[in-house]
């Protein structure tokens, strides 16, 4: 329990830090080019909200540590070997963002995340890494008016 609310807490200051001090410090310079009239948001909005996201996860992980985020999971056979195979993951997909696309990247990135961390029922892998970033793509081309990498089939919405 301790340790949940000194998580909890550590993590709540460095979202207030990053949404005080690191977002602000995003340059305003893409105001200044003459394709700005398209833009519909700034590079700060999408850094504000999960800066925001995580202080307020942080701050009720340490009100209410004695829940279901046991930090001890960390410390189970195989919990290191599941953080290295989501950081590599990770750096995989930022690589193939740009030359595959953003569907295809998001699709790839979803289905190896669910197989690597054990998911089998192929009823709810499918929907999931197909539909959601489709979802997104859409969401982000209609209601923000901001073109995801479209890649080499220029699959976009």
Avoid: H
């Amino acid at each position: 329990m301790k340790t949940d609310r000194i998580f909890g807490c550590v993590s709540a200051l460095l979202g207030l830090l990053f949404v005080f001090l690191a977002v602000p410090s995003i340059t305003g310079d893409w105001q200044q080019g003459e394709q700005a009239r398209y833009f519909t948001v700034g590079p700060r909005l999408f850094p504000y909200i999960s800066g925001i996201l995580v202080t307020i996860f942080a701050v009720l992980i340490a009100l209410k540590p004695d829940g279901g985020n046991k930090l001890a999971d960390f410390l189970q056979p195989g919990a290191a070997g599941r953080a290295a195979f989501a950081i590599v993951l990770a750096f995989v997909y930022v690589a193939i963002l740009e030359p595959a696309g953003f569907v295809i990247a998001s699709v790839l990135a979803l289905f190896t995340f669910f197989i690597g961390f054990g998911e089998r029922r192929w009823k709810m892998i499918l929907p999931i890494a197909v539909l959601v970033p489709i979802a997104v793509s859409a969401m982000f081309a209609g209601f923000f008016k901001v073109a995801l990498p479209p890649g080499i089939f220029a699959i976009s919405f």
